[in-house]
């Protein structure tokens, strides 16, 4: 019986071996007739890969074509009620007002269409596309269009004109490749495989343009970052990707060797104490755009290799930077709707967050509260670490609550817990934190708030200033925007002797096993020794920001070339 019901999946397993195999060959079959197409133009004496474009006149971007035209556009007409949408009016051109001025253009072909002695050929550069027209008769060598494929590139010379229709266009009197493709391009629907995506992403920004949107609005988000922090008199700096410790962050790092020093080195994980350093040097203003490399798991939120920004402000606290962050993100996401204001439309309309209203919590009071509505007692977390406590009881009451608690990771991580500051940060991962969108929310009740997370205990924040009104707390905050971590900021710890204390409890720690903790580092202790003044500091992760504003749900949809594991030949 077990061989008959393995038989569907043997002919499935055959279907699909079958299916790829024939893909194969006949993709094999159109890279032979492309590359003859090639060896065609070989012998013409033509360069099917030529590299002599900058001679004679200068190309036009697509972009600018469509502009010259912007007074020609064609008035809107009234349609009759269900009749089928036409083109939009901003994208008709009334052919009475095109003057057939001459452009020189090129681009990658998207799509080629023929009817007897008229083809239409699609281009795209990087600012847009546009149409060619390519008329017998019109066009030099017309039979040579043959020769063309999806996914070359070419140049066009011609006179622009507009179809009835209104499409604007170029009447090509020449056409000649540029760049031969071996290998055609996927349809609008066939390239859809995740993985695909990812390891091919130079075929991705082709196949799917609202991906190129996604990374030119990572771009403009940096732009803006930069532009923020510049017009408030911030240093841009670089400092060190290999370090000799461990230090800036609780993390795995990964490890390299350096031959001709004979001396193991880690990459970044942060790069937070060289930039106090520069701090203590007198640069009080100071930030870095920082390619940073962390040895942990890969998730829909985590890289290995990831992009934060952090800064530093002298004579400044945590709570200067929770103002500066409210300013800095309202300020990058309108500079995204200028850059890219359709493409923005799209994304805020799809929102389930506001950045109107940040919401600031103590983690004490979001514990407190957080129990409260979940109908549990004030004093779950030592219960839980003390192994006195009714699970199920709990479980059913902040399930009828509509909070689905983690209660076996939640008492795991109670019981590892060594101090009373460890065991109130479990508490908030396990009760606060996967809660915070459905507990913070603006007045009218449709979107969350972004939640400041304060006041974090002081045995969680090596590098942070212990709070003056309490001790056992660290001046600190933490961002989450719709129940994703966005930034990490505090009170920066300046006292030299409270410094070395924290250093050497980190490095107890991993002399018990703890792997994510910071090497002893007597350089930076040296350099507080010399005074640094009064800061604050701020890292965020650049991918996490990107990821919030143009609506992406894994990070490796805004990272353009993530980590994957290598191809093999199935």
Sequence with gaps: MSQQKDRPNDRKTERLAKDAAEAARAE???????????????????????????????????????????????????????AAPDRPAADRYDPARVEPLPFRVAGRVLFVRSFGGVTFVRLRDRTGELQLICEQGSLADFERLEEIDLGDFVEAHGVAMATQKGELSIRAGRLRLLTKAYRPLPTKTSFKDVESRYRMRYVDLVANPHVAGVFRARSAIVAALREFLDARGFLEVETPTMHTLVGGAAAKPFKTHHNALDLELFMRIAPELFLKRLVVGGFERVYEIARCYRNEGLSTRHNPEFTMLEYYQAYATYETLMDATEAMLRHVDARLAERLPAEHAAWAAGRAFSLDRFARVPMA??????????????????????????????????????????????????????????????????????????????????????????????????????????????????????????????????????????????????????????????????????????????????????????????????????????????
């Design 28 to 82: 094999e079959t159109l890279i032979a007739t492309r590359k003859a197409k090639a060896a065609r133009l070989r012998a013409r004496g033509e360069n099917p890969f030529a590299n002599d474009v900058t001679a004679g006149e200068p190309l036009v971007e697509l972009a600018a074509v469509r502009a010259r035209f912007d007074g020609a556009r064609a008035a809107a007409e009234p349609r009759l009620e269900g």
């Design 365 to 570: 009071e979001g514990i407190a509260r957080a129990l409260a509505k979940a109908g549990l007692p004030a004093d779950v977390p030592q219960r839980v670490a003390a192994d006195d406590a009714p699970i199920k009881e709990w479980a059913k009451a902040a399930k009828a609550s509509g909070r689905e608690i983690d209660w076996t990771n939640f008492r795991s991580g109670a019981k590892k817990c060594e101090s009373p500051g460890e065991l109130v940060f479990c508490a908030y991962e396990y009760v606060v934190e996967p809660f915070l969108t459905k507990d913070y929310r603006t007045e009218a009740g449709d979107k969350s708030v972004p939640v400041f997370i304060i006041d974090y205990p002081f045995e969680v924040s090596p590098l942070a200033r212990k709070k003056d009104s309490d001790p056992a707390l660290v001046d600190r905050f933490e961002l989450f925007i719709e129940g994703r971590e966005l930034c990490n900021a505090f009170s920066e710890l300046n006292d030299p002797e409270d410094q070395d204390a924290r250093f050497r409890a980190q490095v107890a720690k991993k002399s018990r096993g703890e792997e994510e903790t910071m090497d002893y580092d007597a350089d930076y202790v040296r350099a507080l020794e010399h005074g640094l003044p009064p800061t604050a500091g701020f890292g965020m992760g650049i991918d996490r920001l990107a990821m919030l504003l143009t609506g992406a749900t894994s990070i490796r949809d805004v990272i353009l070339f993530p980590l994957l594991r290598p191809e093999t030949d199935a």
